[in-house]
């Protein structure tokens, strides 16, 4: 006869077993969790997308939505400086085959914190790695960080790429991409900013080309 010694062991062991699958999806789905609201605070957002043809030249225009987390604003408060890149791709739709690249453009821009002045710097640079021979580069100081952002989170009429008058005629849509580029980090930024969602501040949109000419 099985006595009640001997089977509250038993009973407590099965019970384990059947525990600890659910325990440990619990807590992997609290993990998940908490990883996609960390990441939702950083989360960038593109918003009032719009290209539009005047005459030969196609314009994009946007607002981007995002914070800097704590993390960054020290590394900027310390004079390290961010690159934001923003990047363009013209693409001409096709019904038979694959929507075929037209033209790419990137713009990078690069903010520092200058301590002596207390002032912010922004440097608009057509190209990626700050090659002023790709194009037009300006600079403009800030008195405040929020001002600063402001210059990069506005995208106003860019010129991303020219279409001939043979071209008009054709479907298109601009892809647009922007992000902080970790990759011009200096190297012990890089490998601790790798991996970390306080460093992922990125988003990308699409939108159809306006076939009207403006005017």
Known sequence: MTTMASFMPCWKSALSKRLLPFLQRVL???LVLLGSAAHAQNAAELQQLRAD????????????????????????AKGIPLYFLVEADLLQERWYWYDR???AAQRQ??????????????????????DSALGLSLSQNYDTLAEALATIKQISRW???????????????????FRLDLGQLPRPFQI?????????????????????VLR
Not at 59 to 67: K, M, Q
């Open 192 to 212: 601790g900013a790798i991996g970390q969602s306080e460093w992922d501040i990125q988003t990308s949109g699409r939108m159809p080309l306006r076939a009207e």
């Open 53 to 76: 043809r005047m005459g030969g030249d196609v314009l994009v225009s946007a607002n981007v939505v995002f914070e800097l987390p704590p993390v960054v604003e020290e590394a900027l």
């Open 101 to 103: 690249k037209v033209s």
């Open 28 to 30: 992997l789905i609290a």
């Open 159 to 177: 010129k991303v790429a020219e279409l001939s008058d043979s071209e008009a005629a054709a479907k298109y849509r601009v892809e647009l991409r």
């Open 109 to 130: 821009l690069r903010l520092v914190y200058q301590p002596l002045s207390r002032r912010w710097r922004v440097n608009v640079t057509n190209g990626h790695g700050g």
